[in-house]
């Protein structure tokens, strides 16, 4: 949990992020990865989480002012280990689970829009006034300041999925 300017930690125009995630319970808007706040009107930076058993990538850029939801199709088993990845370019938006490429959006474009202020959290959708949390497990999370290309999520998964039970 680390509060303040998410431009001075996080990329704006050009990212990836990878996590290994597992779901105990599903709830309502969990986060893995947050740095968002979502207050009626007010919405800025970007979210990757799980919604009921729909996997989910949100950002909003400083071109539009509504943040975009990318759902994939596959479903977020209980209790099974997910990778799950999600990357932006500065005008492509796609979401992955298990290595396969699962929604992409082409209506955010150039940097994403920060606010001055909010918590990046691991494990919750959290912003100024809803906190989200996850009920399962994160493996680990990789956040990359350039796109990650498909074979490259396709492979992370590939590596490593022997690695969790089954």
């Not at 099974?80 to 990357?87: F, N, Q, V």
């Given at each position: 949990l680390l509060e303040g300017d998410p431009a001075t930690v996080l990329p704006g125009t050009e990212f990836g992020v990878a996590a290994w995630v597992r779901i105990d319970q599903p709830r309502?808007?969990?986060?893995?990865?947050?740095?968002?706040?979502?207050n009626g009107e007010y919405e800025r930076g970007w979210v990757l989480g799980v919604n009921g058993d729909r996997f989910y990538f949100g950002l909003v850029t400083e071109t539009t002012s509504r943040i975009t939801y990318l759902y994939a199709h596959a479903r977020a088993e209980p209790r099974?280990?997910?990778?799950?990845?999600?990357?932006y370019d500065g005008q492509t938006m796609r979401i992955f689970v298990d290595g396969a490429l699962e929604e992409e959006d082409l209506s955010q474009r150039g940097p994403v829009a920060w606010?001055?202020?909010t918590t990046i959290a691991l494990g919750a959708y959290q912003d100024d006034n809803e906190r989200?949390?996850?009920?399962?497990?994160?493996h680990s999370i990789e956040l990359h300041a350039e796109v990650l290309d498909s074979k490259a999520i396709a492979r992370a998964y590939a590596e490593r999925i022997d690695l969790f039970p089954k």
């Open positions: 309502e808007w969990a986060g893995v990865f947050s740095a968002v706040q979502d099974r280990w997910h990778h799950l990845a999600a990357t606010p001055p202020s989200h949390a996850l009920v399962g497990a994160i």
